[in-house]
């Protein structure tokens, strides 16, 4: 109440002092004016307020995302090192790419496979490894062969409705090149099936086999061998080569602490990793 007529008064001296006006409307709505400057009345100024506070508010997260995309892209792009002429990324743009792309699935990147081996294939380039290749596809990981052959999700449409006015799309799962699709599987899955694919563009047969290998099972494998092959540079007193495997091994796992996280197993391998760095470093 006193603030009002503080406020009230104020505005009438420089009412006085630079002219102006100021009515009530019959529905109560005030219209002032200071000068030729119309002046918003209380409850309009605080919503211009809370207006401004919701675009600073807007304004420092867009900045925010822009220096995170930023670091991301002087991690990946502008500190790169050149090793058997291909570009390298810095540790700390691998982990943000990693990061990244997590937060962008619709599922835990340890529910879905690190890589697939698929068999059978009428065209001979689409078998082989697909690795999980840190970028994704409708909320689910894409996996990459030597070849360039890429292992996706996708809404591809349902071929009986193609033509028509009311084209219908389902999920399923691809393996593709230049975007052009030669084999596909439908399922809902996050991961792609073992068995049920279809030619699409592709010659016969379509692939008879796709296995799967789990995250843990990867890191298991490739870790605990640097643990191993560190162990025994430790043991014969090579301490700084020791070093370099137990490194090695962490930054397999560096980018993927949720993950390491859920499995018990990673999670001991982890810290006796980082125990037996200590150990060496002393």
Known sequence: GSRVLRSRGAEEQLRQQFG?????DRDG???SSIGSRPVPPPK??????ADRQVEIQQRAEDEEAERTMAEYG????????????????????TRLRRRLAQELMEVRLCDTAYEYEVQGCGVAECDGR?????AFAHGAPTYKNRNGWTLHRDRPPIESTVGTESVVTEFGWLISKDGKPFYAA??????APTASWECFLGPPPAP??????SWEAHF????GALKDTGNAATKDGRYEEAERHYTEGLCEMDGYEAMVAASAELRRLSVAMRANRAEVRL
């Open 20 to 24: 102006g006006s100021r009515e009530v």
């Open 29 to 31: 709505s005030v219209y």
């Open 44 to 49: 309009a100024l605080r919503k211009i307020h």
């Open 74 to 93: 002087m991690g990946v792009a502008a500190d790169r090192t050149v090793m058997n002429d291909a570009a390298t990324p810095s540790a700390e743009g």
């Open 130 to 134: 697909y690795e999980y290749s840190t």
């Open 186 to 191: 439908r399922t809902d899955a996050a991961m």
């Open 208 to 213: 008879s086999r796709i296995s799967s290998t």
């Open 220 to 223: 298991l494998e490739t870790c």
